[in-house]
């Protein structure tokens, strides 16, 4: 495969990659160097079929899966935030900012009335 470079832009002579393909490949690193984990199958009886459809992607007949965990990792990668926590915080933020509002409310009556700086 020929690459040719133009300024900053790298292209790359081949089939262009679907948006699939392309969030795949973004995450790829992250998965090669192993910090991406998966449940045992004694945990996790989907996992083989999970496994499964990474194997046959992008020619595979069911993509879900990967589609969906790919979409995962590139969140949590571009929001900076912490693992699947993070990745959680940031969607109730987004989708229901008053449940985030009462829940960081609640949080912080919590530690308020551990430490001791108020009573109970």
């Not at 495969?1 to 679907?18: C, F, H, K, N, Y």
């Not at 007949?61 to 915080?89: K, S, Y």
Request: glycine share 6%; with cysteine.
């Amino acid at each position: 495969m020929e690459q040719l470079s133009i300024r900053s832009v790298t292209a790359i002579d081949g089939w262009p990659l679907s948006r699939k393909e392309a969030r795949a490949s973004a995450v790829s690193p992250q998965i090669e160097s192993g910090n991406v984990y998966v449940p045992h199958p004694s945990l996790a009886p989907w996992i083989d079929g999970y496994l499964a459809e990474w194997a046959a992607f992008p020619r595979g007949a069911n993509d879900d899966q990967v589609d969906a965990t790919t979409q995962a990792l590139n969140r949590m990668r571009d929001d900076h935030r912490p693992g699947i926590l993070g990745f959680l915080e940031m969607e109730l933020k987004e989708r229901n900012p008053a449940a985030w509002e009462a829940l960081k409310k609640q949080a912080y009556e919590s530690e308020t009335c551990e430490s001791g700086s108020r009573p109970h």
